[in-house]
């Protein structure tokens, strides 16, 4: 894999608490990506205090719109002021294989990650129809389908040079023109990925983080928990800092989301995160920096039992909750409507000034 390229910012942050963002580049070994989680940007407190003041002055009860107006204070303190800063939407699914489906933890075949890519392209997946709907611009990505990771029961995942290779493509995918990231995944096998750095980093039970994933019998949830067990213990001596467990225990597209989370905290861009796999592939860098997520949202609880658990570990709290467990950033492009809505009533409703209606004395 040859890549090329350097991401370039010419954003200027004048906002307070904002930082001036030098250049962009790719990483080269996990040493550049520390630096990276070390300088990133982070929220406005003065915008924060702007916004919740006129939550307060808006015209409506206090908190009469719930998780709306939640969602508004943040896309605030990310310096969004108008419809305007929201007008480029973007989806990103990043797709790879994993050599742990040696071990018959899926009932799919591998080709399914494959056969699914190609349906993105030919528009006519889920994903698809929502952005579709949404108007919101889809980028299928796929990493080296043809060569899986490795089997994690056995060993690593992968190497530093891969891991780092994969953080790049999600880095590179994040441009400075996007209003608002909608990230997914697509990949045979990786809610057994996603399960075994949950277990790593929490060190529940393992049958806490296992579920059908995409329609497992009991039988095999049984013999994917015994994988992941197998797998964690076998890779924990190798891992000293959180990022190595995504270089031992992840993916290539869990990676590039990784990169894709940085990149979009350097540009001040909200994210939205899809489900179980979404959420967790992000565990390596949370890990490493506690506000490394400070600019995400969830889009969706997934009905794998294991996200629910891990929203309550990670304190996130989803924007919806429709019982859904397709992957594909399904959830999260779903959820860029009520995140565009929240902000649409913070900037565009009246105050109680503005309409001449008296306010709660």
Known sequence: MSLKFYIQTTVVLTQPNRVFMKKLELAHSLSDIYDLLDYAPTWSKDLKKQAVERQNNLLKPSNSLGQLEDIAVFLSSWGKETMKDMEKTSAIVFAGNHGVCQQSVNPFPQEVTFQMVETFKSGKAAINKICELNEINLEVIPIDLDKPTADISVGPAMDEREFVESFNIGVGAVSESMDLIALGEMGIGNTTIASALCHH?????????????????????????????????????????????????????????????????????????????????????????????????????????????????????????????????????????????????????????????????
């Open 201 to 361: 980093f929490f060190n529940n039970e393992v049958g806490s983080w296992v579920g059908p994933g995409t329609g497992a019998t009991q039988d095999q949830m049984i013999h994917k928990r015994n994988i992941i067990e197998r797998s964690v213990n076998i890779n924990r001596q190798g891992i000293r800092r959180p990022l190595e467990a995504g270089v031992s225990l992840s993916g290539r597209e869990q990676a590039a989301i990784c990169g894709a989370v940085v990149a979009a905290k350097y540009y001040s861009i909200p994210v939205i995160l899809d489900g179980f796999v979404c959420t967790a592939a992000v565990l390596p860098i949370f890990f490493e920096r506690k506000d490394m997520l400070d600019h995400c949202l969830i889009g969706h609880s997934s009905k794998e039992p294991g996200h629910q658990l891990l929203l309550k570990m990670l304190d996130k709290d989803p924007i919806l909750n429709l019982n859904m467990a397709l992957g594909e950033g399904s959830g999260a492009a779903l959820a860029t409507s009520i995140v565009k809505a929240a902000l649409k009533c913070h900037v565009e409703m009246a105050t109680f000034e503005d309409a001449g209606v008296s306010n709660k004395q």
